[in-house]
């Protein structure tokens, strides 16, 4: 893609548009400064080279290693802020963007693992649109960055290289953005990060300081809400005030629809475990893996939209942060003789996960509802554990590895089909109670076992089908009649007994995963409509 072409394209355009006569155009005003928030996923491609031929100089086999390629995927979420100017149709304007990232690829280098996870993405770009009533359909492009971190692990000496890098390029993307009144927006918008290929320095844990060739290109889907300061104005007028309490919002004309949305913050704690058997033979337990205290703090983008004869639509979009927690690693005679156990300490994993339901309202009263729905919810976590101490008598397994090397990172993707009850009653004209159950009849896992310092498993690819139940409540407190105050409790256990890994030169091994969160949550949220 030739990107600077159509950075330049673009960039032309808006100094184009600054120039422009000043016609009337659609009903709704874009011309403003204007703030938000976007959550969403993004996608990377990665391409890994040895120019000095340094890896393959260390590895176990004569085989070459590189080039290698990856490719990764995650959740994204943060914030956009900027100005828009508008002459008749045509909207220009500029734009900084920030996002907070879980983007992870992996791919097995032959006896290495390759590891490369972005912590950030962010961009300044021009932008140039065409609103010809209310919506508004642009472009954008200018320049982009992302914080890589960069891991390879193996080797005939069980190498372990580290690196980070502020990596630039250029971005395109485009979008659109639909009113929800005169400062509210919500927007869907897809960009393309050409970062390029850079040769990066990489150092391990003898002191070694080789290079390595990285390239990477990152698409991203994301959608968010704006919100336009001051009070509508039109061409030629002055800057608005930035102050978001000198107006009354304007309402949406009469709709038969009420859209509800708002953030959610959840703190949680949770347990994964993972049983390991002997290949096949489900009968002899050879590991178990046990991931306790997952104390994880998520940011959550929610919403509601229902329709006057009861049916509604509602998800949920989050990002989260798995900050503590501890792994037991076990494994058994006769696998292993004697009993070993080991405890690493968990930090820097991350959680993201997206819910769409689709349902109707059985039952209807004046001061209540009850309805039923069934959708779809997609769930990820990341456990990294560090360190490892040998707990039990066998002296041959994990002894004393400190607790700043990274020993494994388990991943572990759920998708699921729901079919639940929701309901709401409302106890007084301001205090409400509501709730909702859904049983996961078809649970589908899939995940990756990184043992950092054991190449030939690294990574180690697992599959499983199970069920699950998911249930919350809350009690919320309407503050106005679009502004509303929530508090509540939340409770997930997933599991998949019916799963297997292969171990390289053996026939697959069963396996059984468990998933239990728990936590409180508060929100706020705002009701458009009403």
């Not at 808006?14 to 006569?21: G, K, M, Q, R, V």
């Not at 059985?362 to 990341?382: A, D, I, N, P, S």
């Not at 002296?395 to 699921?416: A, F, L, Y």
Request: aromatic share 12%.
């Amino acid at each position: 893609m030739k990107v600077p072409h159509i950075t330049a394209l673009v960039l032309s355009g808006l100094f184009c548009c600054a120039s422009a006569s000043a016609d009337e155009g659609g009903p709704h005003r874009w011309t403003g400064l204007y703030a938000g928030l976007n959550i969403g996923g993004d996608a990377d491609e990665e391409s890994w080279q040895d120019p000095s031929g340094y890896y393959d100089h260390i590895v176990v086999s004569n085989e070459k290693h590189f080039p290698s390629t990856a490719k990764g995927m995650g959740m994204a979420a943060g914030g956009q802020m900027g100005v828009n100017f508008q002459s008749g149709a045509v909207v220009y304007g500029v734009e900084g963007q920030y996002d907070w990232t879980d983007l992870k690829g992996d791919t097995p280098c032959q006896t290495y693992g390759c590891n490369l996870r972005t912590d950030g993405l962010f961009s300044v770009t021009g932008r140039l649109g065409y609103s010809p009533e209310n919506a508004l359909y642009y472009v954008k492009a200018g320049l982009a960055g992302a914080s890589d971190r960069y891991r390879i692990g193996g080797g005939k000496y069980n190498n372990v290289f580290h690196g980070d890098d502020l990596r630039l390029g250029e971005t395109v993307g485009a979008g659109i953005e639909y009113p929800l009144d005169q400062h509210w927006s919500l927007k869907g918008e897809y960009d393309y990060l050409a970062l390029g290929s850079e040769t990066k320095s990489m150092t391990d844990q003898y002191g070694h300081t080789p290079s390595l060739k990285i390239g990477q290109d990152v698409q991203m889907l994301t959608m968010g809400v704006n919100y336009r300061f001051g009070k509508p104005w039109k061409d030629g007028v002055a800057m608005p005030s930035l102050d978001i309490f000198s107006h009354t919002p304007q309402p949406l004309p009469k709709s038969d629809w009420v859209i509800e949305m708002g953030p959610r913050y959840w703190y949680s704690s949770g347990t994964f475990r993972k049983t390991l058997f002997a290949p096949g033979n489900g009968a002899q337990m050879n590991s178990r893996l046990t991931y306790s205290d997952l104390t994880t703090h998520t940011v959550e983008l929610f919403g509601r939209a229902s329709y006057k004869d009861g049916l509604f639509l509602k998800g949920n979009v989050a990002f989260g942060a798995i900050t503590g927690g501890k792994l037991q690693d076990e494994d058994f005679p006769p696998g292993i003789s004697p009993y070993s156990s080991t405890n690493s300490q968990q930090h820097g994993g991350g959680q993201r996960y997206a819910t769409l339901d689709v349902g109707d309202n059985l039952f209807t009263w004046k001061r209540g509802r009850v309805g039923l729905f069934t959708g779809y919810q997609y769930l990820k976590e990341e456990y990294n554990a560090f360190g490892c101490d040998q707990t039990a008598t066998n002296t041959n397994v994990c002894i004393k590895v400190p607790p700043s090397t990274q020993v494994i990172t388990e991943t572990q993707t759920w998708q699921s089909m729901r079919l639940g009850l929701d309901g709401a009653v409302d106890v007084t004209s301001r205090w409400r109670l509501s709730g909702e159950f859904a049983y996961l009849p078809m649970v589908y896992s899939s995940g990756a076992d990184n043992h950092w310092l054991r190449a030939n498993i690294d990574p180690l690819p697992e599959t499983a089908h199970g069920s699950g139940v998911e249930f919350e409540g809350m009690t919320s407190w309407q503050m106005t009649d679009n502004w509303s105050l929530g508090v509540g409790g939340r409770y997930w256990r997933l599991q998949s007994p019916g799963g297997h890994t292969q171990f390289p030169g053996n026939v697959p091994s069963p396996q059984d995963y468990s998933l239990r969160r728990y936590g409180a949550f508060m929100q706020a949220s705002y009701k458009f409509g009403a």
